[in-house]
Every structure is written in C-alpha cells, then in structure tokens.
C-alpha cells in the first residue's frame, strides 16, 4: 500500500510538472488575451538595434523601419502608443523553444520550416530585395540607374538570387565570388566596382565592412526573397491577431508606405530603373 501510495504521489508530481511545462509553452502569458501583460503588448528587439530597422537603438522612438512597423501592428491590434512595452533579447534565444517573457519579436527573422518548429511566425512584414552596394571612390558610386551599371564590375556571391538579378536586370555576367566576404575583398581592392546583394546585407556591408560604403539603390522586388516575420511564442494566442493586423497594414498601403520611407527614401536607396 505504501509503495502504490508514493508511486501515485510520483505520478501526480510528474503530471503536474508536465501540464505546468506545456502551459509555458505559448509563453509567460497570464491574461485572458494572451499577452505577458493583461493591457500591454511586449515587442522585444535585439540589443543593439541598427538603422534603418530601428533608430539610435530607440525602438520606444518609432522610428526606424521595424519599430515603425511594431507600432503600426500594435495601433492596429487595439493597443496606443503607451501600451507598448519594449524589451530586449538575443536573437538566438528568440528561436529557440521554451517560454518567452514578450509577446512579439522583431529583429529580421527569416521564416524558416525548421525554426518553425520552435516559435510561431506571424504572416511577413517585408520580403528582401537586391540591392548594389560600394565604395564613394568607385566609379559606381554615381550610378543612379541600371542603365549607369552597364558599364561596370559586379561582383555576386555564389548560390545567390544576386547572379539572376544582375543578368535579368542589368543585362550583364557579373564575377562570381565563393561568398559576400571574397566579393567585399575585391570591391576593396578595386577587382570589381560593385557588390549585389540583398538589401540587408548590402546594409550591413556599407556600414560596417567598408569605411566609405555606401548603397547606392536596390531593384525592384520580384517577391522571391527571403521573408521577415515576427517571432512568438509556440502556440500564441497573439500570433492570429498579428496576421490579422498585417493583413489590414498590406491591404490599405501602410507596410508600402513604411518600407518606401525607411528602406528606400530615408536611407537613400532609390529603386533602380
């Protein structure tokens, strides 16, 4: 009688530890509507935060194009501006599994099947483009067209989208390198006048890989790039409200319109024509 005994304590230990564990799974929520917080939306973004997708690593500013972006979903979701609450994580633990203490994240996240298995992924909020990236010396830098491109080097990464876009847009075979870093190597070495790759890359290149890098413009999206989304808890009780809010956002022209602000306009990448 005492082993049954002990064993039923066991078995009701370990069962309520795995309904507690399953109960985490879709995060720390504890309100109704599935929120960390009852009447607040926690949005978390990586530690720092890089322009353009958010502003002196302000994203409580708005500005920049993803906390522009988190601020339109949430306005659309029934929350103001004051019930936002921003925090912070790496970027690595926002895919991985277990329970989160926010409710979105939004730090680039591609959609991918075997993160999926981890995290839910709201609808997408931006597919990448193309984009020409190089150095003020170069004789690429005045480019302001595809046409001014014709004439010169371009360099792609292998087993990129960047070699179909050069050849369709541009009309030309640019060089092909083993990776961006071997074709950053001969942009600096003036080998080539110019790198193509997708936008947030070529981003990433200017600012922190070339000392006078500059993006030059980007071409016109074909829809076939990679896809970012937010990041929520498995099994979230927010996540269809997010695609119903980014349905909303594609369907009157905001997540246009920001994207021409913040990625286009406000960093000078004009559309390639």
């Known amino acids: 009688m005492r082993l049954r005994s002990r064993t039923a304590v066991v078995a009701a230990t370990v069962l309520a530890a795995t309904l507690a564990l399953a109960g985490c799974s879709a995060g720390s929520s504890s309100s109704a509507s599935g929120t960390v917080t009852d009447g607040k939306l926690t949005i978390a973004t990586g530690q720092p935060a890089y322009s353009p997708w958010v502003e002196d690593n302000k994203p409580q500013s708005g500005e920049g194009f993803e906390s522009a972006v988190a601020y339109a979903v949430a306005k659309e979701m029934g929350y103001s501006k004051s019930d936002v609450v921003w925090t912070r994580s790496t970027f690595d633990s926002a895919i991985a599994p277990g329970a989160k203490d926010w409710d979105l994240n939004i730090q680039q996240f591609s959609v991918t099947t075997a993160r999926k298995k981890a995290v839910d992924f709201s609808t ?76 947030p890359t070529a981003f990433y290149i200017a600012s922190a890989e070339l000392d006078d890098g500059k993006v030059i413009g980007q071409f016109p999206s074909t829809g076939d790039g990679d896809q970012f989304a937010f990041v929520l808890p498995k099994g979230s009780k927010v996540t269809s409200k997010v695609d119903t809010a980014l349905a909303a956002l594609e369907k009157d022209g905001t997540l246009a319109e920001l994207t021409k602000t913040w990625l286009s306009d406000k960093v000078d990448a004009p559309i390639l024509k």
């Open 124 to 199: 997408p909020y931006y597919t990448t483009t193309q984009a020409v990236v190089t150095t003020s010396k170069s004789k690429a830098a005045d480019a302001t067209s595809v046409a001014d491109l014709k004439g010169d080097s371009i360099g792609v990464a292998t087993g990129t989208t960047s070699l179909a876009t050069v050849q369709k847009d541009v009309g030309v075979t640019p060089q092909v390198f083993n990776s961006n870093d071997d074709a950053i190597l001969a942009l600096k070495s003036g080998q080539i006048d110019a790198v193509v790759t997708d936008l």
